[in-house]
């Protein structure tokens, strides 16, 4: 019987080894879809970025109970399975508490420590799953804009914060009987632990009346019902918004270093724009840039930090709780930006593999098909979205570069806007008067 376990265990570690390799490397592939962009320079204030803003949440405590009750669920789950390489290695061996023995009172601290985390990460989940139902926080339930693609994500919140439920109460109910089981002295259970444990003991009353062959049953359960949701977990999380968990990290660290106000300007219109005003000369030698598309018409046209930014998205609202914008009832939602950004750019990386490698035109592009002008022309640039994010995406770029393809590759500019153009153009100012008149305000004063 222990070799059949054995064998089920490794072979269900094979196919989530599997399935986490191919869909990671799927999304690679997606990312790389992006421009090439260097973010690669100021290595040390990179990392410090990360640091603060990934592993301590530095943005999340802006909301001191949200902030600290995310850091528990944030690091708990990490140390928690901390424990998944004693329990991978007991699945191959077929052993039972490996470690035991070897750690001596070290063992049950460590175990210790887990429970704690785990009973944390279990009050954690229910208290988020009682914000999103119970006092339903407005940012957790969709802006008005939203009701398109908001079913998906309502649902994926419940299903990992549910299912972290089950996996804390598998865990703790595991050590439960196994530390019952190891009471009684029953065959490959009595394992030498120098202590008891702290959380799951006071569970211990629950399976005190079972007989052995209940007990084996279901300490073998949850032990299967863990590590195989663990597994399950580890491949369900690269189709999830909760892959943040492993992306923030990167992300943060390739964050926009400039100052959040300063524009991507092209540097072939600069030079055109330079040329104009006689501020260089033009080089005869010079072969005039080809420029294919001003902005982003398509997933194509970001640069493979955009992608990532979608990729890494949350979800969990905050940007368009803070857009202007959206706030005075306009289309625009900053989160939705990111979530159709990443939709496209999954249909994308579908059709090239579908087509041995290769995009073939499905007629579709990120905007018109997934963003609309409406959307965009709202945005305000206010930055609010690029401030509020916890993990550093920036919606606004992506905002913009849709934006300048539409105005400068198809010169599609709402009227007011030609008219502000014209005026920059001419005038060197947004107002339709000549320099020379901009201090004649000053007279009127005097007088």
């Known amino acids: 019987m222990a070799i059949i376990q054995q064998i089920l265990f490794v072979a269900a570690l094979a196919v989530a080894a599997?399935?986490?390799?191919?869909?990671?490397?799927?999304?690679?592939?997606?990312?790389?879809?992006?421009?090439?962009?260097?973010?690669?320079?100021?290595?040390?204030?990179?990392?410090?970025?990360?640091l603060r803003v990934a592993f301590g949440q530095k943005k999340m405590m802006t909301n001191v109970t949200v902030g600290l009750m995310h850091f528990v669920i944030y690091v708990g789950f990490v140390i928690i399975n901390i424990e998944i390489v004693e329990i991978v290695l007991d699945g191959i061996f077929g052993t039972h508490r490996l470690f035991a023995p070897y750690l001596g009172a070290v063992y049950p601290f460590l175990i210790n420590v887990f429970e704690v985390f785990a009973l944390g990460v279990w009050l954690v989940c229910v208290g988020f799953l009682t914000r999103r139902y119970v006092t339903r926080v407005g940012r957790l339930q969709g802006s008005r804009h939203e009701e398109m693609s908001w079913r998906w994500p309502q649902l994926d919140a419940t299903l990992i914060l549910t299912f972290e439920?089950?996996?804390?109460?598998?865990?703790?109910?595991?050590?439960?009987?196994?530390?019952?089981?190891?009471?009684?002295?029953?065959?490959?259970y009595d394992v030498p632990v120098a202590g008891d444990f702290l959380i799951?003991?006071?569970?211990?009353?629950?399976?005190?009346?079972?007989?052995?062959?209940?007990?084996?049953?279901y300490e073998r359960f949850a032990w299967w019902f863990h590590i195989l949701g663990i597994l399950f977990f580890a491949v369900y999380v690269t189709y999830s918004k909760h892959l943040h968990i492993i992306l923030a990290f990167p992300n943060t660290y390739f964050s926009k270093l400039e100052p959040k106000g300063e524009m991507k300007n092209m540097p072939e219109i600069t030079k055109e724009v330079q040329l104009a005003l006689g501020i260089t000369q033009p080089d005869p030698n010079e072969v005039p840039a080809e420029i294919g598309t001003f902005g982003a018409k398509d997933v194509f046209d970001l640069s493979w930090k955009n992608l990532m930014d979608a990729y890494t998205c949350t979800e969990c609202g905050r940007c368009t709780a803070a857009c202007p914008a959206n706030i005075t009832g306009k289309k625009l939602s900053p989160r939705k930006?990111?979530?159709?950004?990443?939709?496209?750019?999954?249909?994308?990386?579908?059709?090239?593999d579908a087509n041995g490698?290769?995009?073939?035109?499905?007629?579709?592009?990120?905007?018109?098909?997934?963003?609309?002008?409406?959307?965009?022309?709202a945005c305000t640039t206010c930055q609010a979205c690029v401030q509020e994010c916890p993990v550093n995406i920036n919606p606004l770029e992506i905002?913009?570069?849709?934006?300048?393809y539409k105005i400068m590759d198809e010169a599609q500019a709402p009227a007011s806007w030609n008219a502000m153009f014209s005026n920059?153009?001419?005038?060197?100012?947004?107002?339709?008067?000549?320099?020379?008149?901009?201090?004649?305000?000053?007279d009127q004063v005097n007088s």
Do not use: C
């Open 399 to 404: 905002i913009l570069q849709l934006r300048r």
């Open 165 to 188: 439920i089950l996996l804390m109460t598998a865990f703790l109910t595991w050590n439960a009987a196994d530390t019952v089981l190891r009471a009684q002295g029953v065959a490959h």
């Open 424 to 442: 920059v153009e001419n005038n060197m100012a947004p107002w339709k008067f000549s320099p020379s008149d901009r201090f004649n305000w000053a």
């Open 200 to 217: 799951s003991g006071l569970l211990t009353p629950l399976f005190e009346g079972w007989n052995t062959t209940a007990l084996i049953a």
């Open 357 to 377: 490698g290769t995009f073939v035109d499905d007629g579709k592009t990120l905007i018109n098909d997934y963003i609309t002008v409406e959307e965009i022309n």
């Open 18 to 50: 599997w399935f986490v390799t191919k869909r990671y490397k799927f999304i690679r592939d997606n990312i790389n879809l992006g421009k090439p962009e260097n973010r690669k320079d100021r290595p040390s204030e990179r990392l410090s970025i990360m």
């Open 337 to 352: 930006i990111m979530m159709d950004t990443r939709d496209r750019v999954e249909e994308v990386g579908r059709n090239r």
